[in-house]
């Protein structure tokens, strides 16, 4: 059975940093794309990161490059997403979600991810 658990949310100060894990099991870390995804309330779901099945290739949205940085241990089955400098905006609830993929791509649409965490709370607030 896959499955999917996020760590490491939390409430913290504008400007702070904070690193979330995504542990998967179930399936093998070399065939499976990774991404990391976040829900405001009243929001759709988004696309924050991604990373490859061999960490080679990565991606991120807009908001976010170069404050977050996306990486993986495939030998720990556990993919990182550390966020620097966060903002209010950042607040919402992250969820890590897995797609078959041996291509070494990624992509942020969260509708090609079929496993996906129940998610991590995070709030960026002074």
């Known amino acids: 059975q896959r499955q999917l658990v996020e760590f490491g949310g939390g409430s913290v100060q504008p400007g702070e940093s904070l690193t979330l894990s995504c542990a998967f099991s179930g399936f093998t870390a070399d065939n499976y794309a990774i991404g990391w995804f976040r829900q405001a309330p009243g929001n759709e779901r988004a696309g924050v990161s991604c990373?490859?099945?061999?960490?080679?290739?990565?991606d991120y949205a807009d908001s976010v490059k170069g404050r977050f940085t996306i990486s993986r241990d495939n030998a720990k089955n556990t993919v990182y997403l550390h966020m620097n400098d966060l903002k209010p905006e950042d607040t919402g609830v992250y969820y890590c979600?897995?797609?078959?993929?041996?291509?070494?791509?990624?992509?942020?649409?969260?509708?090609?991810?079929?496993?996906w965490g129940q998610g991590t709370q995070v709030t960026v607030s002074s």
């Open positions: 979600a897995a797609q078959y993929s041996v291509q070494h791509i990624c992509v942020l649409g969260a509708y090609r991810y079929p496993y």
């Open positions: 990373i490859s099945n061999d960490g080679g290739n990565t």
